[in-house]
């Protein structure tokens, strides 16, 4: 038999469709409300870390838990969402951002009342509202992305208008969001599955219109991660060319010396035997090949395009 935690005499907020029931209430009011073995579960479900989403069957009812990271947050979403659904009865418990979010699920339950629509379906709808407006953040998202990559496009060699922090910081925006969308698709298809056979066709119908959307969310953050990974690269190679021409200036450097450093140790040896130890010219000449030695290198490097 099914657990019944919407009685007459229950302290928890319910609206009847039809012959079926839907009660709501916070996570602070749990305890208090529903059984010690089924609040339980709720905190479990909606507290373990690694458990974004997810969908348990049981012998008559399921529960469903999905968390939202801080990246979604938004006036119209919820931390923490568990549900309770058994055939005739659905309990949501849920805790909101801040006090002036408290009103979004009573307020869309009692909306899809309203319509005589199913409780699963007013269910349904809490989490098609919960990710309808993720396709905005996603879209700002991918702007910043995009911003980062022309930043990084514009920068010169010697100076870079981004930090790598930068980049790994939308990387870390995404990962949450990445890990969510793809437990919650596990999770609606679980529930299209429907093996107590809870869920009328028109609600199973529903479930699959929202399992859509989020592949679609799944489909754009892998997308968006691919891109991050690219600006990543370019980043990267930005410095790395700014260190071969670095490097290159070194190199010029080193081989203009390397000629004068020999001249150096020649003359050093101070052999008498040298006529230009004794000729009049002989410090005006070691002047001249200097500079020649240091013209015909530049003049070398010059054509090979070196610098």
């Known amino acids: 038999m099914s657990i019944k935690i919407l009685s007459g005499d229950s302290k928890i907020p319910v609206v009847s469709i039809g012959e079926q029931s839907i009660g709501w209430l916070t996570f602070d009011e749990l305890q208090d409300n529903v059984p010690g073995d089924l609040a339980q579960r709720f905190y479990e ?48 418990v849920y ?79 995404l990962h ?31 479930c699959n219109r929202i399992h859509n959307r989020v592949e679609r969310l799944y489909k754009t953050v892998i997308n968006l991660r691919d891109y991050v990974s690219q600006v990543r690269e370019a980043y990267q190679a930005q410095i790395d060319i700014g260190l071969n021409k670095i490097m ?18 020649w003359y050093g040896m101070n052999f008498e035997s040298m006529p230009e130890f004794s000729w009049k010219y002989g410090y005006i000449f070691a002047i001249g090949l200097t500079l020649l030695i240091i013209v015909v290198c530049l003049v070398i490097f010059k054509r090979k395009k070196w610098f």
């Open 45 to 92: 479900g909606a507290n373990i870390d690694d458990n974004w989403a997810s969908y348990d069957c049981y012998d008559d009812h399921d529960m469903f838990y999905l968390r939202i990271p801080e990246e979604l947050k938004d006036k119209e979403s919820v931390p923490h969402l568990g549900v309770y659904i058994s055939r005739n009865e659905v309990l949501v």
């Open 95 to 173: 805790k909101h951002w801040d006090e002036q979010d408290s009103d979004h699920i009573p307020g869309l339950i009692k909306n899809v009342a309203i319509k005589k629509a199913s409780a699963h379906r007013a269910m349904l709808s809490i989490i098609d509202f919960i990710t309808k407006n993720d396709g905005i953040l996603l879209g700002k998202i991918e702007s910043s992305i995009m911003d980062l990559e022309e930043q990084t496009l514009e920068s010169s060699d010697t100076e870079l208008r981004i930090s790598n922090n930068e980049i790994s910081a939308v990387r870390r925006q």
């Open 248 to 265: 290159k200036v070194f190199t010029v450097i080193s081989a203009v010396f390397l000629p004068l450093t020999f001249l150096v140790g």
């Open 176 to 206: 949450p969001m990445y890990q969510m969308y793809e437990q919650l698709l596990d999770a609606l298809e679980d529930m299209i599955e429907d093996e107590n056979e809870l869920f009328s066709e028109t609600d199973i119908k529903y």
